[in-house]
């Protein structure tokens, strides 16, 4: 197989939105003089900052090449050479009465253990069908 390489993250415009929310939010907080809405807006732009940290670290969130898998995330790079994936899958779940569709990873670690990855749109930037249909294109798969 050619060597392929793909890679999903965070849609930029959304990370550099929670940014900016988390920069509003702790400036509002701030000049409010009411304490328990100081409270709540920090509360708020720690948060926002929190979910931005993740998009601006996890960068690309999921790889595929022609060696494996990789996800990345806070604390880290996790890799599974393709022989060590069982299963790569989309499942879907039922959340607030609509379908959810989400990319499904399941790998074995060195130390034998197993591990399961789940990644949905926010994840991937992308829809996770379209994600695994590109995997699977890239890795000469069908279905």
Do not use: C, K, N, Y
């Not at 790998?107 to 994600?131: F, K, M, Q, T």
């Amino acid at each position: 197989m050619a060597h392929v390489r793909l890679s999903w993250s965070p849609q930029l415009g959304l990370v550099v939105l929670g940014w900016l929310a988390a920069v509003v939010a702790l400036a509002l907080a701030m000049l409010t003089d009411d304490a328990p809405g100081r409270l709540l807006g920090v509360v708020a732009a720690f948060v926002l900052a929190a979910a931005a940290l993740f998009g601006t670290v996890a960068r690309p969130r999921f790889a595929v090449d022609s060696a494996g898998v990789t996800v990345r995330g806070l604390l880290g790079v996790r890799r599974w050479p393709w022989a060590r994936v069982h299963r790569l899958r989309v499942v879907r779940h039922r959340r607030l009465g609509r379908e959810v569709p989400m990319v499904e990873l399941d790998a074995i670690d060195d130390d034998g253990s197993e591990r399961l990855v789940v990644l949905g749109r926010l994840d991937l930037g992308a829809h996770p069908d379209e994600v695994l249909a590109a995997v699977q294109a890239a890795r000469g798969l069908t279905g």
